[in-house]
């Protein structure tokens, strides 16, 4: 650290000493060549304008601290606003004002400073540059010597590398001590819950009556037109006091009807569907989101976050877009009193895929 | 000074008595004089690492303020607050305090739009930072460790921005976690009760807010606050880098002292930060929550955007094709999830290893303390370049939908172009970048042989016309010259004759670095030029 005391030499003084030392360390594929050019040294010091017309000096100095006045001036003006915005009724107008002028207030008062601070280094304070001197970041040969004899010594008084059974117990123990801790975190999801068998079922049964989003009104097959799409939820979801999140984000479904003769189904699926309305999963097959944008003419399911494009006349199959998957299909028919109802609960998962899915 | 020696009698004022008193107790004199007129290298670009530093404390300001009104909690109540719109609508306890915190606490909006205007400039001034040290070596050794430092950090910045934008649990925020979750259900063996664990049961659950609150205010800051500490140690350990310019060497740093002029200008350059952040949130909303809603797993409006920092995952989810998905050994393997996942992680850690592969490359062992002009180096550049384009398709795809809609193009003709972009841009940009940086490297060549044009023109006896050409002065000359650059590595066999494969792909490396290089002129080419001329 005694070398250091260069550091804080100006200019003029560092200029002598800089004849390049021969590098000891290894340059690598570096081309060093003989006849470069050399260092030519700092350059003349040009003074600043401030520096050599006093009537210059003295405009910044008024403009540093009147910057810093305009600060003040900023605090005090936030603080007023603060008392003279405020936000007692009901009125969106009230929150901007508030914002506005309590920010206006802030911005001048830091920016104040900022600027005054700047402006009083730049062209007030002493021009000056320094130069200091670099060591390589690593340690001197002595203290290297005394790094390497202090772990000598240490290894040899506590027989770190020669008393092998006591050093590897050791490690082992080190390593295995944190394991309860991991354990102890299974506990961020309930103990007695399966996430494969959740995933696998919906609050959808046999007979639940299908009904609107989020009105929970039950859905006539009667009011279902042609070319009409209906954001549904089963019965009784909108009552429920626990998992009303959890239930929704898997029983979402998409209730659209197509012109029968559009309508392509599977044979094994020609049941599911009545008179032409088709119930889909809403949620996406490939990470989630609603599936909720749908293009009535081209019969086309459009889900927002990553352009999936499905298919409705052709069993929801993907088209376009990373989804791998086609929507899963709710079985339907219409109950005695014409309420459109479930056959069943979806027979597949709902959702994205996950590893256990198949 | 202050720092009150007794060597010849002062009159005890004040400030040197709380010295003395304060020194007596702590020994802070030596670190005043071993740090207060260290020089500190200037240079505009150096001040985007100091950007995301106080972009940093301005999130700490404003966030401490945040959690004195914010309540993590999951739980529904039914909103009573001032906003009409959605008065009487259930909503979490969080989202509901979101909203007082926006329309019930004088200037609560103001340090919520500050928070959350801080947060979006902390990850992108870390980011322009890092393209800095980048583009200038300034990673080379000593400072490779510090490039690893740095970034965790920018890692860790978006972490704490996710956790951050999801607190709210607004519909935006629960569409993000919607598919943060199928991510991860994605991931073969563990995933599905990864996200089991995370969402403390099915998703949405009522705990992932809490949990996020816990990552967001305590676990990601310390790490963040340490990881700062370190990085800024390790500055003072290495001192500045600085770019070339007569007088400066190896061996030393040149720049002002940090005792005035440095601590004033970084000192104000706090405020300055603060107050364009201050006066950012006062003019421009950000994150209106009220606009979007409570979380809900139905909804979902068109045309939503993450924060831009996550931008580039959510692109590179876009683009993958339909139907990569596959049913094997009776378990699904999700490729639409796992090909995102597995190509950023890869050109993640290509932008962390980076440093370490040039060092071998070049097995130049020398500390560098000047750091590169972008031209000098121009396989680096151009390396760089080809990244920087990865991220942009990336990041643009993020926005396809926007794209499509804005610009009248289809959906499925943007993706496929995107889809296109994000091989060719690359390679495109690669080219483009070397071959001008080559181009650069050979102007700099002729300015210092010849002169700079002049802009005037001279007619000679016999009617001909030059333009009379400056030569340099030997201060402007050395920042042209005074650069290094490397041959490509002749394989030579070891000491048992062999040559490894190891050799060969450094050798292969170093000649793609290195093949096309310009050197820097030297003494008797100039000498030589002038030579020619007369």
């Given amino acids: 650290m005694a070398q250091d005391d260069h550091s804080g030499t100006e200019l003029a003084a560092a200029d002598s000493s800089h004849a390049e030392t021969v590098p000891a360390v290894k340059t690598g594929t570096a081309l060093i060549q003989s006849d470069a050019f050399e260092n030519p040294g700092f350059p003349p010091h040009r003074p600043r304008v401030t520096d050599e017309d006093p009537k210059k000096e003295k405009r910044a100095q008024r403009t540093v601290y009147t910057l810093f006045y305009l600060s003040i001036l900023g605090s005090i003006w936030a603080i007023a606003a603060y008392m003279l915005f405020p936000m007692e009724g009901n009125d969106v107008g009230d929150v901007r004002l508030n914002n506005l002028f309590i920010g206006l207030g802030a911005a001048l008062a830091l920016l104040g400073i900022g600027f005054g601070a700047v402006h009083w280094a730049k062209a007030v304070m002493t021009d000056v540059e320094i130069a200091d001197e670099r060591h390589k970041v690593g340690g001197n040969q002595v203290a290297r010597e005394g790094a390497v004899k ?61 009904t609107l989003d989020p009105s929970g009104v039950p859905i006539k097959a009667s009011d279902v037109t042609i070319g009409s799409a209906f954001h549904v939820i089963p019965e009784g979801l909108s009552e429920l006091h626990h998992g009303k999140l959890e239930e929704k984000a898997k029983a979402a479904v998409l209730l659209m009807r197509l012109n029968p003769d559009e309508l392509n189904e599977l044979p094994d699926r020609a049941s599911w569907s009545y008179d032409g309305i088709v119930a889909y999963s809403k949620i996406c097959t490939h990470v989630g989101c609603p599936v909720a944008l749908y293009e009535q003419h081209t019969h086309h399911l459009l889900c927002p976050c990553h352009q999936s494009q499905f298919d409705v006349a052709n069993h929801c199959e993907v088209i376009f877009g990373p989804a791998a998957r086609p929507l899963p299909q709710l079985p339907i028919m219409v109950d005695d009193e014409g309420y459109l109802v479930a056959q069943s609960d979806f027979t597949e998962p709902v959702g994205p895929s996950f590893w256990e899915r198949h | 000074m202050s720092t009150a020696t007794t060597r010849e009698p002062q009159r005890r004022t004040f400030t040197a008595a709380a010295s003395n008193y304060i020194d007596e107790r702590t020994s802070v004199s030596t670190f005043v004089k071993e740090l207060g007129r260290k020089a500190f290298p200037d240079h505009w670009s150096f001040l985007l690492g100091e950007v995301a530093l106080f972009s940093f404390l301005v999130i700490l300001i404003t966030g401490t303020f945040l959690t004195f009104f914010f309540q993590a909690s999951m739980a529904e109540v039914e909103y009573d607050g001032s906003y009409v719109p959605l008065k009487g609508v259930e909503m979490s306890v969080a989202m509901a305090s979101t909203l007082d915190i926006s329309f019930d606490l004088r200037g609560g909006l103001f340090v919520r739009q500050m928070h959350h205007w801080a947060a979006l400039m902390f990850v992108a001034a870390i980011g322009l930072h890092m393209l800095r040290i980048f583009f200038t070596g300034a990673f080379r050794k000593p400072r490779e460790l510090n490039w690893v430092i740095g970034f965790v950090m920018f890692i860790l910045a978006m972490g704490e921005g996710f956790t951050g934008y999801s607190l709210p649990d607004d519909l935006l925020s629960g569409n993000g976690l919607r598919i943060i979750d199928g991510m991860i259900k994605g991931i073969p063996l563990i995933g599905t009760w990864t996200s089991f664990l995370l969402f403390g049961g099915e998703f949405p659950g009522t705990a992932i807010v809490g949990r996020l609150y816990t990552l967001h205010i305590l676990l990601l800051p310390v790490i963040l606050l340490a990881l700062i500490a370190l990085h800024l140690m390790f500055v003072v350990v290495h001192k500045h880098t600085q770019y070339a310019a007569p007088g400066r060497t190896q061996q030393n740093a040149v720049g002002p002292p940090i005792l005035p002029i440095y601590a004033a200008k970084a000192g104000g350059f706090f405020f300055l930060v603060f107050g364009v952040l201050a006066l950012i949130a006062s003019l421009f909303t950000i994150n209106p929550i009220w606009n979007y809603g409570p979380y809900d797993p139905s909804p979902v409006s068109a045309g939503t955007q993450p924060d831009w920092y996550i931008g580039f995952a959510d692109g590179a989810l876009r683009l993958i094709p339909p139907g990569w998905e596959f049913v094997l050994f009776d378990r699904t393997w999700s490729f639409n999830i796992l090909v995102p996942l597995v190509g950023l992680g890869l050109f993640i850690a290509t932008v962390l290893i980076y440093p370490f592969v040039e060092a071998w490359v070049t097995g130049d062992k020398r500390e560098h303390h000047i750091v590169d002009r972008p031209r000098n180096n121009p396989t680096r550049t151009a390396i760089g370049a080809a990244g920087v384009t990865f991220y942009a398709v990336l990041w643009a795809a993020a926005a396809s939908d926007i794209i499509a809609t804005h610009f009248k193009l289809t959906m499925e003709g943007v993706i496929h172009s995107l889809q296109a972009l994000l091989f060719l841009g690359p390679i495109v940009a690669y080219f483009v970048a070397k071959r001008v940086c080559i181009a650069l490297q050979k102007k700099d060549r002729e300015i210092v042989l010849h002169g700079y044009e002049s802009g005037r023109i001279v007619k000679l006896p016999g009617g001909e016309f030059i333009e009379v050409h400056q030569p340099l002065d030997e201060y402007d000359r050395w920042k042209l010259v005074s650069y290094e650059s490397y041959e490509p590595l002749m394989i030579r066999p070891n000491a048992r004759g062999k040559i490894t494969v190891g050799q060969r792909l450094r050798a292969g490396m170093s000649r793609w670095f290195f093949e096309d290089r310009i050197a820097p002129v030297t003494k008797g080419e100039l000498e030589a030029a002038h030579h020619d001329h007369h």
Avoid at chain 1, 150 to 175: C, K, P, T, Y
Avoid at chain 1, 178 to 199: K, S
Wanted: hydrophobic share 50%.
């Fill in chain 1, 150 to 210: 202090v772990f000598q010594d240490a290894d040899r008084e506590s027989g770190f590398s020669r008393r092998a059974v006591i050093r590897n117990s050791l490690i082992g123990a080190l390593l295995v001590f944190p394991l309860p801790a991991v354990v102890l975190f299974r506990g961020l999801a309930p103990q007695d819950e399966n996430p494969v068998e959740l995933l696998s079922h919906t609050m959808w049964k046999a007979g639940t009556r299908l």
